[in-house]
């Protein structure tokens, strides 16, 4: 079975600052789905960034991107130039590319950033 | 928005109480989800909807009943529960694998207190 860790319970980082949040993942599937999720206060879950395993290039999104290492099966999430919005809980996933399976997505237990103005 | 939407936002029952939980998406997704999020611990799968046919059950225990009437609606029915089944009940929906967007959309959530 899969499972995703982050191994960060809680961060910070300072206003207008750069912050990596961790997040690993035991599989035996080649072929799958990493996802970061992001959930403030409000706790509305939303997708802040995708990375398809095929591709060896780093998904990146405005200020988010991610350094994926497939080999190590490390999926972690740089966020530069933090914001006050920043602050919320950031869940790594994992979702398997295989028919059968496809419909389960597996979180990981959830980073809680803080963000100091 | 997310196009996820989940009513009630908030509920208060009684361990004898039956009540149910709703969550409707227009998105035109085939599958649909529903999470439990407690306090501490990870996010957890209760059950999925392929199609409107249920292809998960994660161990959940009979208390909790999930209906899929349509690609569109789901339900959680709730009877008999528990203080420890008081969390952040969680909606999500995503479309077929092969399907260009592989994420999972999410409702806003229903915290659930049982008294």
């Given at each position: 079975?899969?499972?995703?860790?982050?191994s960060?319970?809680?961060?910070?980082?300072?206003?207008?600052?750069?912050v990596?949040?961790?997040?690993?993942?035991?599989?035996?599937?080649?072929?799958?789905?990493?996802?970061?999720?992001k959930?403030?206060p409000?706790r509305?879950m939303i997708?802040?960034?995708?990375?398809?395993?095929?591709?060896?290039?780093?998904?990146?999104?405005?200020?988010?991107?991610?350094?994926?290492?497939?080999?190590?099966?490390s999926?972690?999430?740089?966020?530069?130039?933090?914001?006050?919005?920043d602050?919320a809980?950031?869940?790594?996933?994992?979702?398997?590319?295989?028919?059968?399976?496809?419909?389960?997505?597996?979180f990981?237990?959830?980073?809680?950033?803080s963000?100091?103005? | 928005?997310t196009?996820?939407?989940?009513?009630p936002?908030?509920?208060?029952?009684?361990?004898?109480n039956?009540k149910?939980?709703?969550?409707?998406q227009h998105?035109?997704?085939?599958a649909?989800y529903?999470?439990?999020?407690?306090?501490?611990?990870?996010?957890?799968?209760?059950?999925?909807?392929?199609?409107?046919?249920?292809?998960?059950?994660?161990s959940?225990p009979?208390?909790?009943?999930?209906?899929?009437?349509?690609?569109s609606?789901?339900?959680?029915?709730l009877?008999?529960?528990?203080?420890?089944?008081?969390?952040?009940?969680?909606?999500?929906?995503?479309?077929?694998?092969?399907?260009?967007?592989?994420?999972?959309?999410?409702?806003?959530?229903t915290?659930?207190?049982?008294?």
């Open positions: 079975a899969q499972t995703v860790t982050q960060q319970p809680e961060m910070s980082v300072q206003e207008a600052e750069t990596t949040l961790s997040c690993t993942y035991d599989t035996s599937e080649s072929d799958y789905y990493l996802f970061w999720y959930q403030p409000s509305q997708l802040v960034i995708r990375q398809e395993a095929y591709k060896q290039q780093n998904a990146t999104e405005n200020r988010f991107s991610v350094n994926f290492q497939k080999a190590a099966k999926f972690s999430l740089k966020i530069s130039d933090s914001q006050l919005g602050a809980m950031y869940f790594c996933a994992y979702r398997s590319a295989w028919k059968t399976s496809y419909d389960k997505v597996i990981g237990p959830g980073t809680s950033l963000v100091i103005p | 928005e196009g996820v939407t989940q009513t936002r908030h509920l208060v029952m009684g361990m004898t039956k149910s939980l709703k969550c409707e998105l035109g997704h085939n649909m529903w999470y439990k999020q407690s306090a501490k611990k990870p996010l957890e799968l209760m059950f999925v909807y392929n199609f409107k046919e249920q292809t998960e059950n994660n959940v009979s208390r909790f009943s999930p209906e899929c009437p349509n690609s609606h789901l339900f959680l029915h009877h008999t529960l528990q203080p420890e089944d008081s969390a952040l009940y969680l909606c999500a929906s995503s479309q077929a694998a092969g399907a260009s967007l592989t994420e999972a959309f999410f409702g806003q959530g915290r659930l207190t049982v008294v």
